[in-house]
């Protein structure tokens, strides 16, 4: 075997194209990249957005039950009252 030491014209060729086309791979990761990117972006407003809303609710959910709960409180406090009269004697059962 005879390594033939001249450049031709073959080989500039293949080595511009090989440098072209990473060049050309490279520039279409970054344009993904970059693509991906704003994604990731938006699905971090909307998750903030669900985030929010559902804190939102779990505020709202929250005020229902304590005011459930005062309701609870009362509905008891009227109920021993009632007990309470009918307890004693002279009272109408």
Same mark, same amino acid.
Not at 54 to 72: F, H, M, P, Y
Not at 81 to 91: T, V, Y
């Given at each position: 075997?005879k390594f033939d030491? *001249?450049i031709n014209t !073959? *080989?500039?060729?293949? *080595? ?6 990473? $060049? ?19 699905? %971090? ?8 809303? *559902?804190? %939102? ?5 929250? !005020? ?12 008891k406090e009227s109920? $021993?009252?009632?007990?309470?009269? $009918? $307890?004693?004697? !002279?009272?109408?059962?």
């Open positions: 075997m030491p *001249t !073959g *080989t500039i060729i293949q *080595t511009l194209v090989v440098v072209a086309s990473m $060049a050309v791979a490279y520039g279409s990761y970054r344009e993904d990249q970059t693509k991906q990117d704003g994604r990731i972006a938006q699905v %971090e407003v909307l998750a903030e957005k669900d985030r929010e809303s *559902t804190r %939102e609710a779990l505020r709202e959910i929250k !005020g229902r039950v304590d005011d459930l709960q005062k309701s609870n409180q009362d509905i109920l $021993a009252i009632l007990r309470g009269r $009918a $307890a004693e004697p !002279g009272s109408r059962k």
